[in-house]
């Protein structure tokens, strides 16, 4: 089974719809990060969080907000579509006390918004 | 606040012809580095990662890279491309000290395609 779960895998939605993508990790980390993924713009942080009570903004939060549910959940919700936040979103995961920061990610979120 | 900089945006190369894909990086003190890579429709794949120690580092599908401070760079390289090899690669640095060793930046990614 993946480390890195993402649900769902695709979805398109119109817009001013609400838009809850949801990630689920077994690797016991405590660190979990959003980004989305445009065309020639690589991957850019949405937010991230160290633990269940610590949430952070990342360069481009924005149109989004965050809940850490558990150690092992974190969800990314759009409140209200709109057609530029079409993307790839990934979800990652990284040790708290790993030395070299490695991130590991899910197959990500392919997002359409009409 | 560190950045990367892929200078190559697309790069295509022939089957079994060597590659190096090239990643320069801006952080004021010791960098982690990262490459990793996005095959089409898929997730990331951690190819290697530097943090330390010897500065030439050796990862997955045959795939190396050299850190050189002096340069600021961590560039990747495979002596013979596979078919299989195309696909976007991403370099990536993170801080390296103290509580805020939480983020990833990364490149905008190299498309790289393989000709028969």
């Known amino acids: 089974d993946a480390d890195v779960t993402q649900t769902p895998r695709n979805r398109i939605t119109k817009t001013g719809k609400r838009i809850m993508l949801e990630c689920s990790q077994t690797k016991g980390h405590d660190r979990m990060y959003w980004y989305r993924q445009d065309p020639g713009l690589g991957l850019r942080l949405i937010y991230y969080s160290f633990d269940v009570k610590d949430i952070n903004k990342g360069e481009i939060s924005d149109g989004y907000s965050v809940s850490r549910q558990a150690q092992a959940k974190f969800s990314l919700s759009l409140e209200s579509a709109i057609p530029n936040q079409t993307a790839l979103y990934f979800c990652a995961t990284s040790d708290l006390y790993g030395r070299d920061n490695e991130q590991f990610f899910g197959p990500g979120t392919r997002l359409t918004v009409l | 606040a560190q950045s990367v900089t892929q200078p190559d945006i697309h790069i295509t190369v022939s089957e079994g012809a060597s590659l190096e894909l090239r990643c320069n990086y801006s952080?004021?003190?010791?960098?982690?580095l990262f490459w990793y890579v996005q095959s089409p429709g898929q997730g990331l794949q951690l190819l290697l990662k530097y943090f330390s120690g010897d500065t030439l580092v050796q990862g997955i599908k045959g795939f190396e890279a050299e850190f050189k401070r002096s340069q600021s760079s961590f560039n990747l390289r495979k002596p013979s491309v596979h078919w299989s090899d195309a696909a976007e690669y991403f370099c990536a640095v993170g801080a390296a000290s103290g509580g805020s060793n939480y983020k990833l930046t990364f490149g905008k990614g190299t498309l790289l395609t393989v000709n028969p």
């Open positions: 952080y004021g003190a010791t960098p982690y």
